[in-house]
């Protein structure tokens, strides 16, 4: 996957990213069903789009923190960390990404 899949996300997930709420204290990514209701394209075939980017990403050993922390702050603006408990470090991208990834397997239940 390396660097192209990191500087070109689908369309799907920045839509997502909008679509989402902390949970258990900051430590969780819970999707916003409300919020996902009124944007009547978000089924199950996106969130599982944005599941299989984030998964691929997560697996790429030539994929960096500082590569995912560059992710986050195009997609979601440099505030994405603020409503959570990862902090806003390279480290937390991808705790961040694995939380996202967690809380759509959970939505899709």
């Known amino acids: ?20 709420d902390p949970a ?3 430590r969780e990514i819970r999707i916003a069903r409300d919020l996902v209701a009124r ?4 089924g199950p075939g996106r969130l ?4 299989t980017y984030v998964d691929a990403l997560l697996a790429d050993d030539s ?7 560059g992710l986050l702050n195009r997609s979601a603006g440099p505030a994405w ?16 990404l ?3 990834s967690h809380g759509i397997a959970q939505e899709l239940l």
């Open 48 to 51: 599982s789009e944005v599941k």
């Open 98 to 100: 694995e939380a996202l």
């Open 1 to 20: 996957m390396g660097r192209s899949r990191v500087d070109q996300p689908p369309s799907v997930f920045s839509e997502l990213l909008l679509m989402i």
């Open 24 to 26: 258990e204290d900051g």
């Open 81 to 96: 960390g603020i409503q959570f408990d990862f902090g806003a470090d390279a480290k937390a991208a991808r705790r961040y």
């Open 63 to 69: 994929v960096t923190a500082s590569d995912l922390k």
């Open 39 to 42: 944007h009547g394209d978000m």
